[in-house]
């Protein structure tokens, strides 16, 4: 698997474990604080979390064609200064994920891309109600090693894109009952391939009353999201979520989920963003 340069696998591993260990001491500080994390609108294909998601594509981006596909998310966002503590938080946060994309029907198990993403976020809580968030993230992908040799034959298909952005993201998250309404806007300052800038998304969030199932204090959750870009000719991106979430004893939306998934819309694969892609599957996500 080819990492982007800034970017090593062991140190952003142990960043990230000194990060869960840590939190737990210093929660009740300013240093880790006990505090929300920023939360992407829930049925985004980005995602602050872990999760494994099996998918059956209809519409391909890549060169595979129509078949099954796996992605793997393993990531975060930690809330890592609290400037005002108390009910209505101000924080900074930190981010780090890497998303992988897998062709499940090919003999090799093929990795098709990963994108890495590292981010910091300062979060406003101004009410009840509404949170603000400001984000500047760094993304980068990289073409899979398998994949550019199963299509090595046609240079075309097997040449990694130089999709390395920084953004500048924004977002406003208004809660009421079981909902949650988001809507976001970025703009790239900085890009290797020149592309048209800027894009909106909106999301609808739900979260409904628990109930026992198997045992387990349990919610009904679901959203939708849409999103929209110049760098794709402003197609839109349509996603939905439908599952059973396990909450932790708290408010918050930490949980496990298991969820059943649909898009279709610009791929979600940086290398291919040219493409159009569509897929149902279910998705097991962990979000701490």
Known sequence: MRTHPLIRPRPLIVAFGAIVFAAPVAAQGRIFPDAPRFELPWASPRTWGFAGRYLH???????????????????????????RRGPLPITLGFGAAVVAHYRMDDPKTSQISDDWLVGLNGQFMLSSKWTLVGEVLHESSHL????????????????????????LNGWAFYSTGPWRLAAGVHYAYSDELHLPK?????????????FQFLGQRSQLVGGVFLDGAAESDWRVGKSARVGISFPDAGEGWRRLSVSVIGYDGPSTQRQFYTQQTAYVGMELRFDL
């Open 57 to 83: 594509v209809s519409t391909a981006d890549d060169r595979f064609g129509p078949g099954t596909e796996a992605e793997v998310v393993e990531g975060e966002n930690f809330p890592v200064y609290a400037f």
């Open 144 to 167: 899979g090693d398998e994949y550019a040799q199963v299509f090595a034959a046609d240079s075309a298909l097997a040449n990694r894109v130089d999709w390395t952005q920084m953004t």
């Open 198 to 210: 800027g894009g909106v998304s909106t999301g609808v969030d739900y979260k409904g009353p628990t």
